[in-house]
């Protein structure tokens, strides 16, 4: 079942995990450094993103039986967790084509993921790499032609 990648703010899973009780306070016993407890507010958010993506339900065969299946009791792990989320760059290619008479750049245009250029022709492939990262003070992007 295809799934597409998730990238959510830092905002988001900085949050706290939700407590079920109705206390008005309660004291953290566990003894994780910040490093395992910012992993497992990951863990814990994306799971809970994931969960509001997908559902499953069963049917018996060649009866009237029906329902949905609870998916809360699937764990999420690390390597599930490197496959769902999206990495923080984005990657933009162009094609330039320039004019032998004028010098000129002419964008190559691209349809339905494809660029459609001239045969045996000179392109120069423009690469703009973006850092989406909000751990930088500031975007970062690189480019080279």
Known sequence: MPVKKLLLSEE?????????????FVVNKSRLTSEEEKTQRELFWYREALLQLITAHWRESGG??????????QRMTLPM???????????????????????EPTAITKQGGRFDAPANEFLHLKTLVSNMSRKTPCSEQWQAD
């Open 12 to 24: 988001h899973t900085a949050r706290p995990i939700p407590t079920l009780s109705d206390r008005q």
């Open 64 to 73: 009237t039986r029906h329902g949905e299946l609870s998916l809360r009791q």
């Open 81 to 103: 967790l490197e496959a769902l989320r999206t990495d923080p760059v984005e990657v933009t290619m162009s094609l330039v084509h320039y004019s032998i008479d004028s010098g």
